[in-house]
C-alpha cells in the first residue's frame, strides 16, 4: 500500500497550528510522490498549500475515520500519534463530558472542574466485579482491576497517580481509597475503612495548600498501603510521605496560601477551648499573609476544621493530644511574628519586647523564655579547644527563626503521620496489601529550585519503571498470541537518572559541597560544569554562571543554584532544639528526640513489607554524619521504587485542562505539554511500534464480511475467511500478523481497511441510487400520463355537466320567478287583511272597557258611600254613649260620698265605738296577724298598679281637698252650684279629652299605616331572609357535597398513600428479614471459615455496609425469635428443655400477638374517628335542612350496639380464653379423666346462658337508650317548632286595631327577628368554631410536616452511615415507647388474669361440688361412655390426622423434610409434605397437646432453614419449599376456625378445624419464613440469570447482521469470544425462565408468587441491561437499540404465552424501553428534543443526557448527537423534581404479598405413599 493510496483526495489530515497546536483539513488534490506541496482545504473551506520536504518525505498526519473519533481506548484508533489523542480526548471531554479515557494500560483522567455524580455508591456496586473493559473508562474500573488481581494473582498491587499541581491526583486517589473501603469492608466491627478515609482530611489540612494552580494543591507525595486478610477485608493501612514543601510554612508566593490547618485554626480562634492559644485573625499573622488573600472562593474554613476535628476523633487522637497540637501550629504563627530589629552595631541584633509573640510562643511551647530570647539571636561555635557564643546579624536571626519554624511543622507532619499509622495499625496478619502513590508530576516554573529538581528527579525514576512495564507487557501479549517478537526500541532515561543519583552525580556533588566548611552555591555549580558538561542530559546556560539545566524526558528544565545548599543541610541550630527538648509538655519534648530512637520505636510498631529489592540499595557513605535532605530523599525513593517493583502497578494520568480552573474548557497546548511530560505519548508509540490494533476473528469477521466474496467465506471456519480476506487487500504482509485468538495490524491499518468498508458501501449506495432514481423516474413517467389522460377525460366530462347545468338553472329561474311573483302579492293581501281585523277588535274593546270604567267607578262611590254613613252613625252612637256612662259614673260617686261622710259621723260616736269595740279585744291579733298578711299582698298589688294609678289617685285627692273646703264654706246650699260648676269643668275637659283623642286617633292610624308598611317590609325582609336561608342551606348542600367530593378525593389519595406506605413497610420488613438470614449465613459462615484451612485463600466479596450490618438490624423482627436455626439457639433449647423452650416460645409470641392487636387497635380507632367525622359534619348539613330523626337515632342505635358488641366480645373472648386455660391447665395437673371434661362442659354452658342473658340485658339497654334519645330529641324539636310557631303567628282580624294591638305586632315581628338572628349568629358560630377546629388541625398537621421535612433534611444533609445511626436511634426510641405501652399492658392484664382466676376458683368449687353430689351417676356415664368410644373407633372414618409417637418426631422432620427430594413426590399431590405435617399437627392439637404443637413447628421450621442452608444455591429446592411452606401457612389459615378463612371451606373441611389451639403467632413465624425463602429463590434465580442478562440483551446479535462491530482497544470485552458459540442468546436465556416457570408451577406454588417472582427477575434484567448501557458507550447506537427493542418484544411474548402478562413485568421494563426508543429517535431539531423529553418519562434527566452523550454511529452515514442538543434537551427537562441517581438500583427488592390460596382438597382424602417409609405414622 503506495503513500499516493493514503493520500488522496477527500482524505483528512492533521496539520501543525500555532495556538490549536494540530488543525485539521482536508485533501482537495491527489499527491503524488515527488511533490512538493499538499493542496488542503481548513473546516471553513479556507484553501491552503502545505508545503513537504521531499527530502525527509514527512507527510502530515493521517486522521483517523469518524467512526473511530471518541473511543474509550487510544490504542483503538488506527492512527496513533499525538494529534489523533489529543482529538480523541478533546471530543470524549467536552462533546461527552467524559473525563476518563484508557490509553493501554493507563487511565487518562482529565480534571472537569466539577463535581460529577459519577462516583456514588451505585456506580461502585455497577464496576464491582466487571472486567476492565466492560465498563466506560473509571478510577473505580483501575481499582476494580487491582483489587481483581490481587486476589487472583496473588500478588501485591499499586495505583500510581500521578500528574501536576492542579491536575485532580488527590481526588482519584481519594476515590481509590474510597472504593477499597466499599468493597473490602472490614469482616468486624472496627470500621477500618473509616478510618483509612478519615485519614483524608487530617493529610489535606496539614499537607496541602493553595496555589497559583490548584486551590487544594498536596505539596507532599504520599504512598498509602491498604492491607487485606486472606478474605481480602481490609484489616489495616500504612502511610508514607515524601518531600514535605517546609518552605511554604514561611513563605508563599503571590495568590498562594500557606498550609490549610492555619487559616483553619485562626477560624476557628473563637472557641473556648483556644482561648489560650491566643490567636485572633489569619490577616494578623505574617505566615499567612505573604500571599496576599487569605480565603479560597467556595470553601469555609471554619467547617473544615469541624471535618478535621472529627477525623482526629475518629482515627483515636485524644483531646489533650489534638490541643497540644493546636498549641504547635499556633506557636509557628506567633514565632511568625517576632520581630527581630538591629542594634547599633550591624551584627547584632534584638527581639522586639513591644510584642507579646514570643510570650505567647514560650507559653505555648512550654519552654524557658529568657533562653529562647537569647538563643534567637546568638549562635554557638565549637571548635577543638573551646566553645564561642557569637551574636548573629538581622538577617542570619530571621533565617534562623524562620528554619525553626520549618523544622516544628515538619517534625509535628511527621508525628501526626505516625499517629495515623498506629490508628491504622493492626495486629492481624497481613496477607497482601493495595498501594495507592499520590505523588507530584513533572514540574517546570521560572524560578526552579532544589525542590522541583527533587520532584523530577522521582519522575524520572517512575518514568523508566513505567517503560519498563509496558514493555514487558508488550511483550507477554506477544508471546502469548505466539506472534514473532521483535525488539522494540523505547526510550530510555537511564543516563538522566546516572546524572542524577550515580556517583559523583549531581546529588553526590551537593552532599560533597554541603560538607565543606565554606561550600556555596556557585562552588557547586561550578563543579557541576567540569564535572558533567560533556554529558547530553547536562547543559550550561549562556546567561547564567549560578543555573544549570536538566534534559529530562518530557522537557528541559533550567535549575538556579541559589538555596541549593541550604535547603540540603536543613540546619536549625542546635541549642534551639535543646531548649524544646527541654518542655513541660511531653508532645512538644517528643517531638524533637533523637531521630535514632524515634526512628527506632517507630519501625517497631509500623506495619512492615518485606519485598525483594528491585536493585541493591545504595551504602551511605558516612553513617555517623546527619543525612542531607537530598540523601534522605533518595533513600526514600529508592525504598519506594523496590516497593513498586514488587507489586503489579497500575498507571493513572491526571491532566489540568487548562489554568483558568473553568469547568469543561479544554486547552490543547496545556494538554500536550502535560501528554507528552506523563508518558502517554511515550505508550502511545511503543503501541505504535508493534501492532496497536488487535481484533478477535469473529469480530473482524462480522466488519468486513462485506469486503469478501461469496466464494472467500467458509462460516466453519472463520480464521482462514479473515486470512483470505487479508490476502487479497494488504498486500504486505509484514502490516498484520495472525495470532492464536486474534489479528494484529499495524498503525494505520484499519484506517485503511475502514477507507475500503466505506469505499464499498459507498458504490452499493451509489448502484441502489442508481436504480432507485431510474425505477423513480419510470413511475413518474407512467403516473404522468395517467394523469393527462384522466384530467382531459375529466375536463370533457365538466364542460357538458356545465351545459346541462346552465339549461337546467335557466328553466329553474323562470319558475322560481312565477312562484315568487305569486307569493309576494299573496303576502300583501294577507298583510292587508289581518291589519283591519286587528284595528277593528282593537276598536271594540276600547268600547266596551270604557263603559267597565263607568261601571266601576260607580260602584266604588256607593261603597265609600255606605262606609262612611256606617262610620259616621258609630261616631255618633259612641260619642253619646260614653258621654251617658260619664254622668252616670259622676252622680254614683256623690251618693257614695254622701254616705261616706254619714258613717263617719255615725263612728264617731260612744255608742257605736261601744258595740263595734266589744267582742274584737280577742280578734286583735288574728285580725293583726291577718291585715299584716294583706298588708303584704296589697303592698305587692299596690306596686304594681302604682304606676298606672298616680294620675288618678292625685285628680281624687284634690277633688276631695276642694269638697270638704266646700262644705266647711258654704255648705249644703252652695253644693249644686259647685257641682254644676265642676260638671261644666269636666264637660269642657271631656270636649279636651275628646280632640285629644281625636289627635290619638289621627296619630294611631298614622302609626298603624306606619305598622302595617312595617310589617309588610318586615315580611318581605322574612321573605329574603327565607330565601337566604334557602340559599344558604343550597349553598350548604352543594359545599357539602363538594366537601364530601373533596373527602372522598382525599381519602382515595390517603388510602393511595397508605398503600404505598404499606408496601414500603413491607418492603423494609422484608428487607430486614433478608438482613437477618445475610446475618445468620454469615455467623454459620464465620464457624466454618473457623474450622477451615488458613492456607486456601480465596477471592470472596462482600457488599459495601458488610461493616455495619449487625448495628443496622436491630429491627424487632419475628425472625431473631428462639426459633432459628443457629447452633446456639438449638444448643439452649436442648440444655433448658423443651417445655422451657416452649413457654418462652409461647411468651413471646403473646408479647407478639399483643403488638399486633394494639396494632390493629389504634387502625380501628383512627376509622373510627374518620367516621366519627364524617358523621359530625354530615350531622351539621342536615342540621340546616330538614332533620331527619328516624336515620339518626338508627345511627345512634348501631353504633352504641356495635361498640358495645365489640368491647363486651373483647372481654368475653378474653375471659373465654383465659378460663379455657385455667381449665386446661387444671385438667392437666390432675387427674385426666372424664370428670374434668363434663365440669369443663358444665362451665361452658353456664358461660354460654350468662353471655346470652347479657346478650338479652344489652339489646334492652340499647332499646331503652335509643327510646330516650328520640323522645329527647322530638320533644326538643316540638319546643322550638313552638316557640318559632308563637313567635311568627300574632292575631289579624279585619276589626279595628288599636294602638296597643299594633306595638304587640311590632314586637312580635321583632322577637322572630332576633331569633333569626340568633340562630344566624349560632349557625355562624358553629361555623367559626368548624373553622376553627380545621384551621388547629391543619396547624398540627403543618407542625408535624414541617417536624419530618426538619427531619428528612437532616437525614439528608448526613452521610449515609450517619444516616442509618440516625435511622437506628429514631427506630430505638420508637420500639422503647411501645415497648412501655406493652409494659402497661401486660401489668392490666396480669390484674385482669388474677381476678379471672379468682372467679374459676370461685366455679371450680361449683363444679367439684356438683361432681360429689353426681359422683354415682358419673361413673356409669363415664363406662357407658367409653364403650360408646371404643364402638366409635372401629366404625369411624379417617378423619384427616396423623398419629405419631413423640419420639418419631425427630424421624419424622429427617424423612419428610431433611432427606426429602423433590422427585421423590413429584407424582403426588403438589404441597403433600405441607399437608402431611398439618395432619400431624392436627392430631396434637385434637389431643390439646401444646408442648407437641411447639416441638412440632419449630422442628419444622428449623429443619426448612437447615435444608435451605445446605442448598442455598438450589432453585429446584428452594422452589419446593417456598411452595410446601406457603401451603402449610395456607392450611394453618384454612383450618384455624376463623370465618374469614374458612368461607370457601365444605362442610366437610369445617369439620377438621382446630379445636384448641390458636396458631395466629405461627402463621406469621411461617409467613416470614416463606418471605425469607422467597428471597432466598430471587437470589438464586439472579445468579443464574446475571451472566446471561448482558449478552443475550446487548452483545448478542438476535437479528442476525445487523449490528457491526467497532474497533476496540487494548482494553477488550471479556464476553467478546472467538466464534461466538459460548456466548448467552436470548433463547438461552428464555430456556433459564422456561426452567424457572416449569420448576415452580410443577411444585404447585402459587400463582400470584410466580407472577411476583418474575416481575422481580424482569426488574433486574431491566437494571443490569440499562446500567451496562449507561456504562458502555460501544453500545449505544441505533443497532442495539433495534436488538434491545426485539429482545423485549420476545420476553413480551414469552410472558404472554406462560400467562403471566399480568404479572406487571412489562411495566418494570419501561426504563429499558424507553431508552431502546431513545437510542433510534431522530436527534436534531428542537421538537425531537420536545418529543424526547415527552417520551422518556420513565428515564431520568441524568439517564438521558448520559445515553445521549454515550451515543456513538456505528456507520459513516450516522450523525452523532450534537453538544447544542443535548443542552436544548437539558433545559427540557430542568423543571423535573427527581433524585440525582444515574444508575438504577439493581438489588431493589419489591415486597412480595402471600394471598390466601384455600385448598379444595379434603384432608381425608390425601393418600401417603410408600416410598416416603412413614409407616410409624398412624391414620386417625
Not at 367530593?1045 to 413497610?1065: F, G, P, T
Request: glycine share 4%.
Amino acid at each position: 500500500m503506495s503513500v499516493s493510496e493514503l493520500y488522496t483526495k477527500y482524505t483528512k489530515v492533521w496539520i501543525p497550528d500555532p495556538e490549536d497546536v494540530w488543525k485539521s483539513a482536508e485533501i482537495t488534490k491527489d499527491y503524488k510522490d515527488g511533490d512538493e506541496i499538499l493542496h488542503l482545504k481548513l473546516e471553513d473551506e479556507m484553501p491552503l498549500t502545505h508545503p513537504i520536504n521531499s527530502k525527509a518525505s514527512q507527510l502530515p498526519f493521517l486522521r483517523n475515520p469518524d467512526i473511530l473519533v471518541g473511543e474509550n481506548d487510544l490504542t483503538a484508533l488506527s492512527y496513533l500519534h499525538e494529534p489523533a489523542v489529543l482529538h480523541n480526548l478533546r471530543v470524549r471531554f467536552l462533546e461527552s463530558n467524559a473525563i476518563y479515557t484508557y490509553c493501554g494500560i493507563v487511565l487518562v483522567a482529565i480534571n472537569p472542574y466539577e463535581q460529577l455524580p459519577i462516583y456514588g455508591d451505585d456506580v461502585i456496586h455497577a464496576y464491582s466485579g466487571q472486567n476492565m473493559g466492560d465498563m466506560d473508562p473509571h478510577i473505580f474500573a483501575v481499582a476494580e482491576e487491582a483489587y481483581k488481581q490481587m486476589a487472583r494473582d496473588e500478588k501485591n498491587q499499586s495505583i500510581i497517580v500521578s500528574g501536576e499541581s492542579g491536575a485532580g491526583k488527590t481526588v482519584s486517589a481519594k476515590y481509590a481509597m474510597r472504593y477499597f473501603a466499599t468493597v473490602g469492608g472490614s469482616a468486624n466491627e472496627a470500621n477500618v475503612e473509616e478510618k483509612v478515609l478519615a485519614s483524608s482530611p487530617i493529610m489535606e489540612a496539614i499537607g496541602n495548600a493553595k496555589t497559583t494552580r490548584n486551590d487544594n494543591s498536596s505539596r507532599f507525595g504520599k504512598y498509602i498501603q491498604i492491607g487485606f486478610d486472606r478474605r481480602y477485608y481490609i484489616i489495616g493501612a500504612n502511610m508514607r510521605t515524601y518531600l514535605l514543601e517546609k518552605s511554604r510554612v514561611v513563605f508563599q508566593a503571590e495568590d498562594e496560601r500557606n498550609y490549610h490547618i492555619f487559616y483553619q485554626l485562626c477560624a476557628s480562634a473563637n472557641r473556648p477551648e483556644f482561648k489560650e492559644l491566643c490567636l485572633s485573625s489569619a490577616e494578623d499573622y505574617f505566615y499567612t499573609t505573604q500571599g496576599g488573600d487569605i480565603l479560597i472562593e467556595g470553601v469555609n474554613d471554619a467547617e473544615d476544621f469541624e471535618r478535621t476535628c472529627d477525623a482526629f476523633t475518629l482515627l483515636g487522637v485524644k483531646d489533650a493530644h489534638q490541643m497540644n497540637i493546636y498549641r504547635v501550629i499556633a506557636s509557628i504563627l506567633h514565632l511568625g511574628n517576632v520581630e527581630i530589629v538591629s542594634e547599633r552595631d550591624v551584627d547584632t541584633c534584638g527581639i522586639n519586647k513591644k510584642y507579646q509573640h514570643l510570650n505567647y510562643f514560650c507559653n505555648l511551647l512550654g519552654i524557658e523564655h529568657d533562653q529562647m530570647e537569647h538563643w534567637l539571636c546568638h549562635r554557638k561555635l565549637v571548635t577543638t579547644s573551646e566553645t564561642y557564643v557569637k551574636n548573629m546579624a538581622k538577617q542570619q536571626a530571621i533565617n534562623a527563626r524562620n528554619a525553626l519554624a520549618k523544622h516544628i511543622y515538619a517534625q509535628l507532619f511527621k508525628w501526626i503521620v505516625d499517629q495515623i499509622n498506629k490508628a491504622l495499625y493492626t495486629t492481624s496478619k497481613q496477607h497482601s496489601f493495595i498501594g495507592v502513590l499520590d505523588i507530584y508530576g513533572f514540574e517546570t516554573f521560572e524560578i526552579n529550585s532544589f525542590e522541583q529538581f527533587c520532584i523530577n528527579y522521582a519522575n524520572e525514576k517512575l518514568q523508566q519503571q513505567f517503560n519498563l512495564h509496558v514493555f514487558k507487557l508488550e511483550q507477554d501479549e506477544y508471546m502469548k498470541e505466539q506472534i514473532p517478537w521483535t525488539l522494540i526500541d523505547f526510550s530510555d532515561n537511564q543516563p538522566c537518572i546516572d546524572l542524577i543519583e550515580a556517583k559523583l552525580g549531581v546529588l553526590d556533588l551537593l552532599d560533597e559541597e554541603c560538607r565543606m566548611p565554606k561550600g556555596t552555591d556557585q562552588s557547586w555549580a561550578q563543579k557541576l560544569y567540569e564535572r558533567h558538561s560533556s554529558s547530553p542530559h547536562f547543559q550550561k546556560p549562556r546567561m547564567s554562571n549560578i543555573a544549570f539545566v536538566v534534559v529530562h524526558f518530557a522537557d528541559k528544565v533550567e535549575y538556579q543554584c541559589d538555596g541549593f545548599l541550604e535547603k540540603n543541610r536543613d540546619t536549625v541550630h542546635e541549642e534551639q532544639i535543646n531548649i524544646l527538648k527541654a518542655s513541660k509538655y511531653q508532645l512538644v519534648a517528643d517531638l524533637f528526640q533523637d531521630e535514632d530512637c524515634s526512628v527506632s520505636t517507630t519501625k517497631a510498631k509500623s506495619l512492615k513489607i518485606n519485598v525483594r529489592p528491585f536493585k541493591p540499595a545504595m551504602k551511605i557513605p558516612n553513617k555517623d554524619h546527619k543525612k542531607t535532605v537530598g540523601h534522605q530523599f533518595r533513600n526514600s525513593l529508592h525504598l519506594l521504587m523496590e516497593t513498586l517493583n514488587a507489586t503489579t502497578p497500575h498507571y493513572v494520568r491526571c491532566i489540568k485542562p487548562n489554568d483558568d480552573k473553568f469547568a469543561f474548557s479544554f486547552d490543547p497546548a496545556r494538554a500536550v505539554q502535560q501528554l507528552r511530560a506523563c508518558g502517554v505519548l511515550e505508550t502511545i508509540r511503543i503501541s505504535a511500534a508493534g501492532y496497536p490494533s488487535r481484533w478477535t476473528y469473529h469480530e473482524f469477521f462480522n466488519r468486513y464480511r462485506v469486503l469478501m466474496t461469496k466464494k472467500n467465506i467458509n462460516l466453519s471456519d472463520k480464521k482462514e475467511t479473515c486470512r483470505r480476506l487479508l490476502d487479497n487487500v494488504i498486500k504486505d504482509p509484514d502490516k498484520f500478523q495472525f495470532g492464536k485468538t486474534k489479528i494484529f495490524f499495524r498503525a494505520g491499518q484499519v484506517a485503511y481497511l475502514e477507507k475500503l468498508r466505506a469505499d464499498k458501501f459507498r458504490a452499493a449506495c451509489m448502484m441502489i441510487q442508481k436504480t432507485v432514481r431510474g425505477w423513480l423516474q419510470r413511475i413518474k413517467y407512467r403516473r404522468m400520463r395517467k394523469a393527462t389522460i384522466t384530467i382531459q377525460r375529466y375536463v370533457r366530462g365538466y364542460q357538458a355537466r356545465r351545459l346541462a347545468d346552465f339549461l337546467r338553472k335557466t328553466r329553474a329561474a323562470i319558475i322560481l320567478q312565477k312562484q315568487w311573483r305569486m307569493l309576494a302579492a299573496r303576502r300583501g293581501y294577507l298583510r292587508i287583511h289581518n291589519a283591519a281585523i286587528i284595528i277593528q277588535a282593537y276598536a271594540r274593546g276600547m268600547f266596551v272597557r270604557q263603559k267597565y270604567h263607568e261601571l266601576l267607578l260607580q260602584h266604588k262611590a256607593t261603597i265609600i258611600q255606605k262606609y262612611l254613613r256606617g262610620w259616621m252613625a258609630r261616631k255618633r252612637f259612641f260619642r253619646i254613649r260614653n258621654a251617658v256612662i260619664y254622668l252616670q259614673c259622676c252622680y254614683r260617686r256623690m251618693k257614695a260620698r254622701r254616705e261616706l261622710k254619714t258613717l263617719k259621723i255615725e263612728a264617731k260616736s260612744v255608742e257605736h265605738y261601744k258595740k263595734l269595740t266589744s267582742g274584737m279585744e280577742n280578734k286583735v291579733v288574728q285580725l293583726q296577724r291577718k291585715v299584716n298578711d294583706q298588708n303584704k299582698e296589697y303592698k305587692a298589688i299596690t306596686e304594681q298598679m302604682m304606676a298606672v294609678t298616680t294620675a288618678q289617685a292625685t285628680e281624687i285627692d284634690k277633688l276631695h281637698k276642694e269638697l270638704e273646703r266646700c262644705r266647711d264654706q258654704q255648705g249644703e246650699e252652695n253644693r249644686m252650684t259647685s257641682l254644676q260648676e265642676e260638671i261644666d269643668k269636666l264637660r269642657k275637659e271631656l270636649e279636651e279629652s275628646y280632640k285629644e283623642r281625636d289627635i290619638l286617633v289621627d296619630t294611631s292610624t298614622k302609626e298603624k299605616v306606619e305598622l302595617q308598611q312595617r310589617v309588610v317590609d318586615l315580611e318581605k325582609e322574612n321573605t329574603m331572609l327565607k330565601h337566604e336561608k334557602d340559599e344558604l342551606n343550597q349553598r350548604i348542600k352543594s359545599e357539602s357535597k363538594d366537601v364530601e367530593e373533596k373527602l372522598s378525593e382525599k381519602i382515595a389519595k390517603e388510602n393511595e398513600q397508605s398503600k404505598k406506605e404499606m408496601d414500603e413497610e413491607r418492603s423494609r420488613y422484608q428487607n430486614l428479614l433478608k438482613e437477618y438470614s445475610r446475618l445468620e449465613q454469615r455467623y454459620d459462615n464465620l464457624q466454618e471459615e473457623m474450622a477451615l484451612i488458613k492456607q486456601t485463600p480465596g477471592h470472596r466479596r462482600n457488599p459495601s455496609n458488610q461493616s455495619s450490618l449487625e448495628s443496622d438490624s436491630n429491627y424487632p423482627s419475628i425472625s431473631t425469635s428462639d426459633i432459628g436455626d443457629t447452633e446456639d439457639a438449638i444448643q439452649l433449647v436442648e440444655e433448658a428443655g423443651l417445655e422451657n423452650a416452649a413457654m418462652d416460645m409461647t411468651l413471646f409470641l403473646k408479647l407478639q400477638k399483643r403488638v399486633r392487636e394494639l396494632e390493629q387497635e389504634r387502625k380501628s380507632l383512627r376509622t373510627e374517628l374518620e367516621q366519627k367525622e364524617a358523621l359530625e359534619t354530615k350531622k351539621a348539613n342536615d342540621d340546616s335542612g330538614i332533620p331527619n330523626d328516624e336515620h339518626e337515632v338508627e345511627i345512634a342505635y348501631d353504633s352504641l350496639k356495635r361498640h358495645e358488641l365489640e368491647s363486651e366480645n373483647k372481654k368475653l373472648k378474653n375471659e373465654l380464653n383465659e378460663l379455657r386455660k385455667a381449665v386446661a391447665e387444671k385438667s392437666m395437673t390432675e387427674d385426666p379423666s372424664n370428670d374434668a371434661e363434663n365440669a369443663y362442659n358444665v362451665l361452658l354452658r353456664q358461660l354460654k346462658v350468662a353471655n346470652e342473658e347479657l346478650e338479652v340485658r344489652k339489646d334492652e339497654v340499647l332499646m331503652l337508650r335509643t327510646q330516650i334519645v328520640k323522645a329527647a330529641q322530638q320533644k326538643e324539636e316540638g319546643k322550638s317548632m313552638n316557640d318559632v310557631t308563637e313567635k311568627y303567628e300574632w292575631k289579624r282580624s279585619d276589626e279595628e286595631t288599636d294602638k296597643d294591638d299594633a306595638i304587640e305586632a311590632y314586637n312580635g315581628i321583632c322577637e322572630t327577628n332576633r331569633l333569626l338572628e340568633a340562630q344566624l349568629q349560632s349557625q355562624i358560630k358553629q361555623h367559626g368554631e368548624e373553622m376553627e377546629r380545621m384551621q388547629a388541625r391543619n396547624e398540627a398537621m403543618k407542625e408535624e410536616m414541617e417536624k419530618q421535612q426538619q427531619i428528612l433534611t437532616q437525614t439528608l444533609q448526613l452521610s449515609p452511615e450517619a444516616r442509618i445511626e440516625y435511622n437506628i436511634q429514631q427506630e430505638i426510641t420508637r420500639l422503647t415507647n411501645e415497648n412501655l405501652d406493652l409494659k402497661e399492658l401486660v401489668e392490666k392484664q396480669e390484674k385482669n388474669e388474677k381476678k379471672l382466676k379468682k372467679q374459676l376458683k370461685i366455679h371450680m368449687k361449683k363444679v367439684q361440688e356438683l361432681e360429689a353430689r353426681n359422683a354415682v351417676h358419673q361413673e356409669t356415664r363415664r363406662e357407658q361412655l367409653t364403650r360408646q368410644v371404643t364402638v366409635q373407633r372401629k366404625e369411624k372414618e379417617f378423619q384427616g390426622m396423623l398419629e405419631y409417637n413423640k419420639e418419631d418426631e425427630p424421624l419424622l422432620i429427617r424423612i419428610l423434610i431433611k432427606e426429602l427430594k423433590p422427585q421423590a413426590v413429584s407424582a403426588t399431590v403438589p404441597g403433600l409434605p405441607a399437608y402431611i405435617l398439618f395432619m400431624c399437627l392436627r392430631h396434637a392439637d385434637y389431643i390439646d397437646d401444646d408442648q407437641k404443637v411447639n416441638s412440632l413447628l419449630t422442628g419444622t421450621i428449623n429443619g426448612i432453614k437447615k435444608v435451605l442452608k445446605k442448598h442455598n444455591n438450589d432453585f429446584e429446592m428452594t422452589s419446593f419449599w417456598l411452595s410446601n411452606s406457603c401451603r402449610l401457612l395456607h392450611c394453618l389459615k384454612q383450618y384455624s376456625g376463623d370465618e374469614d378463612f374458612m368461607k370457601q371451606n365444605n362442610s366437610r373441611q369445617n369439620e377438621h378445624s382446630l379445636k384448641n389451639f390458636d396458631l395466629t403467632e405461627y402463621r406469621q413465624i411461617l409467613s416470614d419464613l416463606s418471605i425469607q425463602i422467597y428471597h432466598q429463590i430471587i437470589k438464586v434465580a439472579e445468579s443464574l440469570l446475571q451472566p446471561m442478562i448482558v449478552s443475550a440483551m446487548l452483545e448478542n446479535e438476535s437479528i442476525q447482521g445487523l449490528s457491526s462491530v467497532k474497533p476496540m482497544g487494548y482494553r477488550k470485552r471479556s464476553s467478546s469470544r472467538v466464534d461466538g458459540d459460548e456466548s448467552y442468546t436470548l433463547e438461552a436465556m428464555l430456556r433459564q425462565l422456561n426452567i424457572f416457570n416449569h420448576t415452580m408451577c410443577e411444585h404447585g406454588l402459587d400463582p400470584e408468587i410466580i407472577q411476583q417472582v418474575f416481575r422481580q427477575l424482569f426488574y433486574i434484567i431491566n437494571a443490569i441491561t440499562l446500567n451496562n448501557l449507561l456504562l458502555r458507550k460501544d453500545v449505544c447506537s441505533w443497532s442495539t437499540g433495534m436488538q434491545i427493542r426485539y429482545n423485549i418484544s420476545q420476553l413480551e411474548e414469552w410472558l404472554r404465552g406462560k400467562n403471566l402478562q399480568q404479572s406487571g413485568a412489562v411495566k418494570t421494563m419501561e426504563p429499558l424501553i424507553q431508552a431502546a426508543q431513545l437510542l433510534q429517535v431522530k436527534k436534531k431539531t428542537t421538537d425531537d428534543a420536545i418529543a424526547i423529553c415527552s417520551m422518556c418519562k420513565a428515564l431520568s434527566t441524568q439517564q438521558i443526557v448520559k445515553i445521549l452523550n454515550l451515543y456513538t454511529p456505528v456507520n459513516e452515514f450516522e450523525e452523532r448527537v450534537t453538544v447544542s442538543f443535548i443542552r436544548n434537551i437539558q433545559s427540557c427537562l430542568r423543571d423535573r423534581n427527581e433524585p440525582p441517581q444515574l444508575l438504577m438500583d439493581f438489588k431493589h427488592t419489591f415486597p412480595v404479598m402471600f394471598p390466601f390460596n384455600p385448598s379444595s382438597l379434603n384432608l381425608d382424602t390425601i393418600h401417603i405413599p410408600a416410598n416416603l417409609n412413614l409407616t410409624f405414622l398412624m391414620r386417625v
